[in-house]
């Protein structure tokens, strides 16, 4: 198998919240799609280890943000590199909240959604939530941020928790 | 909901391709994606009118390629617009086989993946086919085919039978 191919796959990147019992977390993916139009439902895959998971199965929702390209490295890494499980990624940065009060990050993101989890897949090391949109909006006339972009141009790595890692990339 | 909020997200272009007891369709998705990397699995939503769709249940395996900007109107709507059941999509075009024998386009594709199934996924509409990836090859040096380089560079529809069809798009 050549990874190269695997490369040449498209994807955005976006960041996942979840909240629930006085908990709150999110973090970076890049497998969020839309899965079906009638209804609109959006599938997102995410590391089991991940303190979101957790939360996403304990408050059977999740919000989602598409990410913009005014992110950061700074901006990508406080979800994308550290663990809610001992720090409030939400703390002193602008966010929003969903109807049912999931804080998710407004700064750098064009498009948000909120959905109610209606199936969730164990695919072994992560699990893929499948939910029904029950709110989205845009947040701003940015080009969204592409994964491409974020290898390229912000010269972003992967995490070890993504569907996309390997190594030495 | 907004709609324009759902065309924030970010897509590649697919062409899925399976094959069953001398029948063989492909049809395009948007959907491919990698959802796990050891192993590595890849994910694909199909809407379950489509031939393909059928054929991959009956086979258990699918093939994928990844379109680049080659593509252009004619080639992906040989995939996209038009159903294989009565009309051979490979004919005339060049084309490869992958290890189990399934067709797949290779004049206008970047990668080529070929999958075992091994989980299926009802969406309603659409089903999703997990598959644990078995042949992956570099197809050609061309940039990938965004979704939105499709819709705004070669001015490309949308079928109904996509998970991001609305009406009046």
Known sequence: ???????????????????????KSGCVVNTLQQVTAQPVKLAVTVNKENYTTELIGRAKRFAAVALDQRADLLQIGRFGFRTGRDFDKFEGIETGKDQSG???????????????LMDT????????????????????????????????????????????????Q
């Open 1 to 23: 198998m050549d990874e190269q191919a695997l490369y040449q796959m498209t994807y955005g990147l976006y960041v996942v919240c979840a909240a629930h019992g006085g908990e």
């Open 102 to 116: 999931i804080p998710y990050p407004t700064g750098c993101a064009c498009a948000f959604y909120s959905c109610r």
């Open 121 to 168: 897949v164990d695919l072994g090391t992560h699990l893929m939530f499948i939910g029904e949109v029950e709110q989205a909006e845009r947040l701003s006339e940015e080009p969204p941020l592409t994964y491409a972009y974020y290898r390229t141009v912000i010269k972003g790595k992967t995490p070890k928790n993504a569907p996309s890692y390997h190594e030495g």
